[in-house]
């Protein structure tokens, strides 16, 4: 079972950056898309970004796009969020996943494997 872990999340300031990691345990992103989401406390998972598997395709939320950027490192196994210009509504756990296809799809059902989740807080 191939497991995924996401890392850096923390504590940022309003306009800052934040780069989040997600790691698969065994060699399985280069051949299916990837996917951020994330949840605020009391709503539901949103999707954020997603990336197809050759790394040459992606999708954003309206929200997110022009200041988050999603790419992976196949060689790595790794999918990578840019966070630019946070905002405090961007505060939320933040989850990786692996989709049942190679493209970037923006749909939840449409992930099998998901990460454990990151916490990222913007405040000052």
């Known amino acids: 079972q191939v497991q995924l872990v996401e890392s850096g999340g923390g504590l940022v300031q309003p306009g800052g950056s934040l780069r989040l990691s997600c790691a698969a345990s065994?060699?399985?992103?280069?051949?299916?898309?990837m996917g951020w989401f994330r949840q605020a406390p009391g709503k539901e998972r949103d999707f954020v970004a997603a990336?197809?598997?050759?790394?040459?395709?992606?999708s954003y939320a309206g929200s997110v796009k022009g200041r988050f950027s999603i790419s992976k490192d196949n060689a790595k196994n790794t999918v990578y969020l840019q966070m630019n210009s946070v905002k405090p509504e961007d505060t939320a756990v933040y989850y990786c996943?692996?989709?049942?296809?190679?493209?970037?799809?923006?749909?939840?059902?449409?992930?099998?494997?998901w990460g454990q989740g990151t916490q990222v807080t913007v405040s000052s």
């Open positions: 996943a692996v989709a049942l296809c190679a493209s970037a799809t923006t749909t939840p059902s449409a992930y099998r494997i």
């Open positions: 990336i197809n598997w050759s790394g040459d395709s992606t």
């Open positions: 065994r060699r399985t992103l280069s051949s299916y898309g």
